[in-house]
């Protein structure tokens, strides 16, 4: 783990068990441009423009004003679909909710192409990162100053890179360089399949990349999801996770009910959503850490 594990944090992280009325929230907002360009980038990118950043931060702070005003304990991981942390709402937003007292994690998937200054305002037992380093679109010397500059502030991150095969040799560059105590996750490539030898070569760089590697059969199985953690878009519109379409509600008018519900879908092959899912024991995995990716212990 990048510290000691704070009061704050393991009480989170048993699906509510010892921490009642707790939610966690996965929010993407309408934001989708991005700084870099990486060919393998999941998502449209697109150019927002100003009418379209306004938009998402008018959106992200009424989302942070709606979780200001809660009265049980909470957890946010912000997963745009671009880079939001160029962005001072993004920068702002986590800062504002790090100081919360009922707040236990505010946490964010990010390129960390920005100026790291702004971390020391938040509160650092509450904010943490999840960090993916893109071979191709930064210096490989300049992102590992960045994350040892990151550890330097005692900023909880985990550090990441997609499973591609030009990417072994940086990968594994990258773990022996980075501070022993920094995990590194690999994600599987999507649509790639791994051979043994392939799998074992990723599997010596994280040696959970095995729960990356093919995709979990998830249909009818429990998931937390849609009951102690939801999906939340810019509109407040609620879904269970972000790989389910259906609505469950609206955060902001109250139509949302958090309820117990199987997975209804056949495959879940994202992080994001297969940790949730109780049949990979990950919530154990990631005691401390399941939002920012980090393990109870590396
Ligand atoms: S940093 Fe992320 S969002 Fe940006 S282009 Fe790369 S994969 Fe896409
Ligand atoms: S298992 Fe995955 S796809 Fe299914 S509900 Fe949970 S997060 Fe969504």
Known sequence: MNKPASGRDLPVLRAGEQDPGHLTILYRGPLSSCDYDCPYCPFAKRRDGTEQLRRDRTALERFAGWAAGRDHPLSVLFTPWGEGLVRSWYRRAMVELSHLPHVRRVAIQTNFSCRPDWLAE?????????VTYHP???AYGRFLARCRDLAGRGVRFSVGVVGLPEHLEQARRLRDDLPAEVYLWVNAAEGHLYTDEEAADWTRIDRLFPYSRTPHRSAGRPCRTGDTVISVDGEGTV??????PAVLGNLYDGTFRPEARPCP???????????????TGLYDVFAGGILERIPHLT
Not at 239 to 244: A, Q
């Open 265 to 279: 879908a056949a495959l879940c092959d994202c992080h994001i959503g297969y940790v949730h899912l109780e049949q």
């Open 122 to 130: 938040a509160d650092l037992d509450t904010l943490a990162l999840w």
């Open 239 to 244: 879904r269970r996770c972000h790989f389910v």
């Open 136 to 138: 191709g679109q930064v």
